[in-house]
């Protein structure tokens, strides 16, 4: 099982991108989705989550900018990305919990990441 985030390039602030990552492989369900970022120096931080029941979570520094969504028949989390400015620099690694076997009592997710795509805002 994997992710493949893409969507990722150079944009002026006050621009937008939108970013996708597609789960592939042999799955039997999946729960959370996220987007994390990481800026040079800094930790990984969460950017926004969604649930399998569609609730959503955003960090306070992009609310009101950023929305997540998901599309369930195709694997796929989203993250639109509207009026970004040069703080939002930083490689976005997307996140799920991904169910790898059929249900049994005990089962979990295993947690799943993608490899980052960069996004770069600069003028």
């Known amino acids: 099982v994997q992710l493949q985030a893409s969507g990722g390039g150079l944009v002026q602030p006050g621009g937008s991108l939108r970013l996708s990552c597609v789960a592939s492989g042999r799955m039997f369900g999946i729960n959370d989705m996220g987007w994390y970022r990481q800026a040079p120096g800094k930790q990984r931080e969460l950017v926004a989550l969604?649930?399998?029941?569609?609730?959503?979570n955003y960090a306070d520094s992009v609310k009101g900018r950023f929305t997540i969504s998901r599309d369930d028949a195709k694997f796929t989390v989203y993250l639109q990305m509207n009026s970004l400015k040069p703080e939002d620099t930083a490689s976005y690694y997307c996140h799920a919990q991904i169910f790898t076997s059929q249900w049994y009592p005990g089962r979990s997710a295993e947690d799943i990441w993608g490899r980052g795509t960069l996004v770069t805002v600069s003028s």
């Open positions: 969604i649930t399998n029941d569609g609730l959503t």
